[in-house]
């Protein structure tokens, strides 16, 4: 070989390696566990049908065996039930909400590609890191005090933190009509 394609060769092997590095990725997120709605045996009927009518499935961080990112709490009004999934199609996560009542924003938010919360983990391995959590009236305060960010407007129902583990969350809150993106956790 003559040293006027060595680097031509270089080029390809490099190009080789970014593309295996890439499937690595890609291999991890096919390989994320996805949970059939119907694995959330305490959701109520109506809930589950509204889940399963958008054909999601409910994609499971590393950080838990048993099923989450499925959760239940006042998000328009206090007092009135509603629930927020991690709905994943076609490797795209979006959070729904199932309203209980008078709804008050809207039902979707904030689609990803489910593969922007893979991490690396302890040797090496990747790792869907996205779990949904209630956020309370107290943690939203203690959050704005400890990092600060917009002030949160009179807070008289929960929210719902969206963390990226080992990264920080963002607080989700429906306020007038619209979802405001309080400061969570900052890791």
Request: with cysteine; aromatic share 8%.
């Amino acid at each position: 070989m003559t040293k006027r394609w060595l680097p031509f060769l270089l080029l390809g092997v490099l190009a080789a390696g970014r593309a295996s590095a890439q499937d690595v990725w890609t291999q991890a997120d096919r390989e994320t566990r996805r949970l059939a709605p119907s694995s959330f045996t305490a959701l109520p009927p109506k809930v589950l049908s509204a889940i399963e009518d958008r054909r999601c499935l409910v994609p499971q961080s590393f950080a838990e065996t048993t099923p989450h990112n499925v959760i239940r709490g006042s998000f328009a009004h206090r007092g009135q039930t509603d629930w927020a999934v991690l709905c994943s199609r076609a490797h795209a996560s979006t959070i729904f909400v199932v309203w209980g009542g008078p709804g008050g924003c809207p039902d979707e938010m904030e689609v990803r590609e489910d593969r922007a919360f893979l991490t690396k983990g302890a040797g090496g391995s990747i790792r869907f890191a996205r779990r949904l959590d209630l956020a309370s009236r107290e943690f939203i305060l203690k959050m704005h005090k400890l990092y600060g960010g917009d002030a949160p407007p009179p807070l008289d129902h929960q929210g719902i933190e969206d963390g990226f583990i080992g990264h920080g969350s963002t607080i989700r809150y429906c306020d007038g009509g619209k979802w405001l993106e309080l400061t969570g956790q900052q890791e």
